[in-house]
């Protein structure tokens, strides 16, 4: 075990995974001499050359494109989109090309897209999206998003040696605000949900960043006892966690940092609704970011992303209900 | 800019450098079984057998059959819908063809994607997506890949005029420029991006953008199958020599309409008749037959083999429903692209490709 933040979690993955299997090789834009924009890649190039650690041109689409073809002919190539806001400039290789290869003609695309996402920051509209519902909607795509130092190591050993297209987000506030213990060597966390902490008269379910924030809004709720479960992986989703902390818990939150409108939290919503309505004792709130652009100064920032507060206030109408 | 002429090539005088007869059977026995079996598909989709639309590449047989045969085993392609008869130089049956039409459950992907949308991945194809320059960059990373393990291969992809206005058109020669990689783009010039003509389309030849990104580009009569193959052969020979890639302007024309629902009024009778004239199937016929080639026999053994591919596709089954959702992740291992038939003579020998 080793103390790491989330983002040397990251960065130990990702080496460890350049000296087991000469197969993989990292692309991006400013990940080799500069060690990328935010220094995942810190050091890589002299340990594993330019070709490697490649610097490519500014081009998302051409990243992912060139990325596909380098799969298809045996190499596991890990892709950096430098902030996660970018891929729209890759969309269309990624759902078009990566997403149907398998299932149009049996080729498998194994391909890892790092994407630094969220926001918090004054990042801006351009520089704090949580774009994972997109690839949601694309079939053929996984979607990761880790909350801790462990899972975010074990996630990205499990995304490089899938034989599908995963998209790897990592939250950019979680980089260095985020510690934890960290097994050594090359390990797989499943791509199921998990626990954060256990509890019996609410679950609020959350992924990422809002993990933390659920944890905090709800570490002391006048005594209720909280659940926090962890999505990790929103495709595939772990629908039979969510349901068993429905069936344990009757009353559910689901917080989201994503715009609201057809958000990761829609689809676990849209799933309970379904299949949970029994063990239902509420209706199921969501909590996300409003629909706009996300805003660049503090208080209008703060005012969008979901807040402990927002959280707090939220179980506790629902406890009351 | 928009009214270019076909040079006339030195292979028309017989000079194919390269190419013994039976190579040159070889072509003209792939265009033909690419028009014998594109003609029939036609037939089998105004008899209400072929789903969605039918898209064709009558009169530009030349571009794919003279570009796949320059290619060897290791080599990848991407293969676009006006190019059947490079899918038939790599060795994929016609009645697999025809069943994929047919959205047969033993189509090459199974019913899951139409028409010309298919390559074989053991014979390392890559099908084509509707997004026409996107698999520019696809050739683009395989030659990075091959580039990067030092293997001396190379990857080639077809696109149309219309796909040079796309940003993936010029990410993939920029890219492949800065990285001099072993990629042959060929620019498969055919007049018209679905009704729009050259002159919407850009305001420079696109083959002058090769030197902008740093490469060679070379402009070949596309209706003159032997000149495509020396043209690609020796942009392959470019890509293993280690001296990048090659863009190939390959000028030809689209005789049918974009797909079968056009009619396609909006292009000059004059300009179809023009380039009907150069037909590369009968081009490559007057060539071999001044050789003593029975072009008669090979015409009626083409046509017997398509006329059994498809009672075999016809005989085929519907996919099963139960299907429509599997197989969108894999499951198992990644196994990469296999390796594709290459008739060439050139390639019996060990040292072939020099």
Known sequence: MATMTYLQAISAALREELRADPRVLMMGEDIGDFGGAFKVTDGFIEEFGADRVMDTPLAESGI????????????????????????????????????????????????TIRLPSGGGFSGGPFHSQNPEAWFMQSPGIKVLAPSTAHDAKGLMHAAIHDPNPVCFMEHKHLYRRIKGDVPEGIFETPMTARIARPGSDLV?????????????????????SVEVLDLRSLVPLDRAAILDSVARCSKVVILDEANMTCAAGAQVAALIAE???????????????????????????????PSVERVREGCRELLDY | MATHTAPASEADVGAARHLQLDDRIWLLRAMLMMRGIEARAMNLYRQGKVPGSFYDGFGQEAVSAGGAFAMAPEDRLCILHRDLAAHL????????????????????????????????????????????????LVATGMAMAFKLRDEPRCALAWFGDGSTSRGDFHEAMNWAGVQRLPVVFVLENNQYAY?????????????????????????????????????????????????????????????????????????????????RKRDPIERQETRLRSVGVDVDALRAAVQAEIDAATEVALAAPMPDPATAVDGVFCEGEAEPLGDGQAPWSGFASPRADA
Not at chain 1, 207 to 224: F, N, R, S
Not at chain 1, 279 to 284: A, I, K, Q
Not at chain 2, 245 to 267: S, W
């Open chain 1, 204 to 224: 609020v379910i959350a992924y990422g960043a809002m993990v933390h924030v659920a944890l905090e809004a709800t570490a002391d709720l006048d005594g209720a």
């Open chain 1, 64 to 111: 992912i494109g060139t990325a596909i073809g380098a799969a298809v002919v045996g190499m596991r190539p890990v892709c950096e989109m430098q902030f996660s806001d970018f891929i729209a400039c890759g969309f269309d290789q990624l759902v078009n090309v990566a997403g149907k290869m398998h299932y149009r003609q049996g080729l498998a695309v194994p391909i």
């Open chain 2, 89 to 136: 130089i790599r060795g994929v049956d016609p009645a697999r063809i025809i069943a994929q039409y047919l959205g047969r459950a033993t189509g090459l992907t199974a019913g899951r994607d139409g028409n010309v949308h298919f390559g074989d991945r053991r014979l390392g194809c890559v099908g084509m997506v509707s997004m026409l320059p996107d698999m520019m």
């Open chain 2, 195 to 275: 009704s729009t003509p050259l002159a919407k389309q850009f305001a420079v030849d696109p083959i002058q953008r090769a030197a902008a990104y740093g490469f060679v580009g070379v402009t070949v009569d596309g209706n003159d199958v032997e000149a495509m193959f020396e043209a690609t052969r020796a942009a392959r020979q470019r890509a293993l020599a280690g001296e990048g890639p090659t863009l190939i302007e390959a000028m030809t024309m689209r005789m049918h309409g974009h797909a079968a629902h056009d009619d396609m009024k909006y292009v000059p009778t004059e300009q179809v008749e023009e380039w």
């Open chain 1, 275 to 305: 299949y949970g309505f029994e063990d239902l004792d509420g209706p199921v709130v969501r909590i996300a970011t409003p629909d706009v652009p996300i805003p660049f100064s503090p208080p209008l920032e703060q005012a969008t992303l």
